[in-house]
């Protein structure tokens, strides 16, 4: 048997259980009206929330950042790719969430996936460390986990009671409690002060993964910290760059110490070339947006879209998953009725996401809708009216 054929029996079999999945191809900026495979769509799609990504200040500021210092770093961050771009973000973003925390300072990373592994394998990395990992986390928040040398402990979603007593009965020698806040999938947001008052009770670290909630959670977009004005030493806090803030990259937020330690013993910090410059010079200028005025009116106009395509989606057999954020789940059961309600929609000249496990458990296969502060609400009324007619034929 040549090798190739057991790759290929892989393959057949994802295409037997409706798993295979395909990547679209856009020729048009992130907006809501998109080339896809050359045909027009309205997409419900990207996780762009305040419509920042196409944002002609940003793209401005990009193009700045080019001038300034160039298409690459060239170097990791700790040889010769850490730039003054770099440094003034980190700044920034220290100050932008800082009073969250305690002593605060940022380091900024490539990915949010790379963030996490560094955040989980350098708090994790004593064999007689403990992670206690929602169910519902991240394949990130999952892979830095498995990546740790730590012992690792999944919790029910927003289980406080089975969370309480996991870290009661724990004796290890340091302990990470670790969640998303906007659960990526299903758009609800984790209990974050009762974790928080539980890590403080057992001394563990509250490790938050905001890469839904950074920019549009918050009176100024601060996140997830600033909407339950959360504050705590035991704060590690992960935001993401590419979703909100419209550019690329992340950020971790914790006392100084924590982000030392990062610097000098994570791995996914070191052994890795820093992101372009010209990126982190962008990301000012988001970051100037998102806690301006205009980041509220955008946060605003996105709150007045969420609660108009709750008011107008009216569904009977498809399960919706509360969520008051602007990710809105529709559980739809199966791989091929997902695919099949996916293609109505398209049918329509509309695009969602059908998500498919091994990102969601098994047999809750389902429509992933997000929205942008960059949609209209008759944008909006026209999705909610498509989906009410598809769910009855
Ligand atoms: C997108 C996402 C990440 C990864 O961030 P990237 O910057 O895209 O690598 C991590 N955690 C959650 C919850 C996410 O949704």
Redesign the pocket.
């Known amino acids: 048997m040549k090798l190739i054929d057991a790759i290929e029996r892989q393959l057949r079999q994802l295409d037997e259980q409706s798993l295979t999945r395909e990547r679209r191809v856009i020729d048009t900026p992130c907006k809501p009206r998109l080339m896809v495979n050359g045909r027009a769509l309205l997409a419900f799609a990207s ?1 762009d929330y305040l419509g920042l990504a196409a944002h002609p200040r940003v793209v401005d500021a990009l193009r700045e950042g080019a001038d300034l210092y160039g298409a690459g770093s060239g170097a990791s961050h700790l040889i010769s790719g850490h730039s003054l771009a770099h440094q003034r973000l980190e700044d920034r973003l220290a100050e932008f969430v800082g009073a969250h925390l305690e002593s605060a300072r940022a380091l900024s990373f490539c ?4 963030a ?1 592994l560094a955040i989980l394998t350098t708090l994790g990395a004593d064999g007689d460390a403990q992670i206690f990992s929602e169910s519902l986390n ?1 394949a ?2 999952i892979d830095g986990a498995r990546l740790a040398r730590a012992a690792v402990k999944v919790y029910p979603h927003a289980d406080l009671a089975a969370l309480g007593a996991l870290l009661a009965a724990s004796n290890a020698t340091a302990k990470l409690v670790v969640t ?1 806040s906007v659960f ?1 999938m299903d758009g609800d947001i984790a209990p974050l002060p009762e974790l928080l008052a539980l890590c403080e009770e057992h001394g563990a670290w509250l490790v938050i ?1 905001d ?2 909630g950074f920019g549009v959670l918050g009176a100024h977009g601060r996140g997830a910290l600033e909407h339950f004005n959360l504050r705590s030493p035991n704060i590690v806090y ?1 935001g ?4 909100a803030a419209g550019v ?3 950020f971790v937020a914790a006392h100084a110490s924590v982000i030392e330690l990062m610097i000098q013993r994570g791995r996914p910090y070191i052994y890795t070339t820093a992101a372009p410059p010209a990126l982190a010079h962008a990301l000012m200028t988001s970051i100037d947006i998102i806690g301006g005025d205009e980041g509220a009116s955008r946060r605003a106009h996105l709150q007045s879209l969420i609660a108009a395509f709750d008011e107008q989606i009216d569904l009977k057999r498809w399960q919706r998953v509360p969520s008051a954020t602007a990710i809105q789940a529709i559980v739809i059961g199966t791989n091929e009725e997902v695919l099949r309600i996916g293609a109505g929609l398209h049918g329509h000249g509309l695009w969602v996401p059908a998500i498919r496990p091994p990102t969601v458990p098994e047999g809750t296969a389902r429509l992933r809708v997000t929205l942008s502060a960059a949609h209209t609400h008759d944008e909006v009324a026209q999705l909610a009216a498509v989906l009410n007619d598809l769910e009855r034929t």
């Open positions: 996780n990915t949010g996936y790379m996490n991240h990130s928040l998303d990526s993964d890469a839904h992960m993401t760059l590419g979703k690329g990259g992340a």
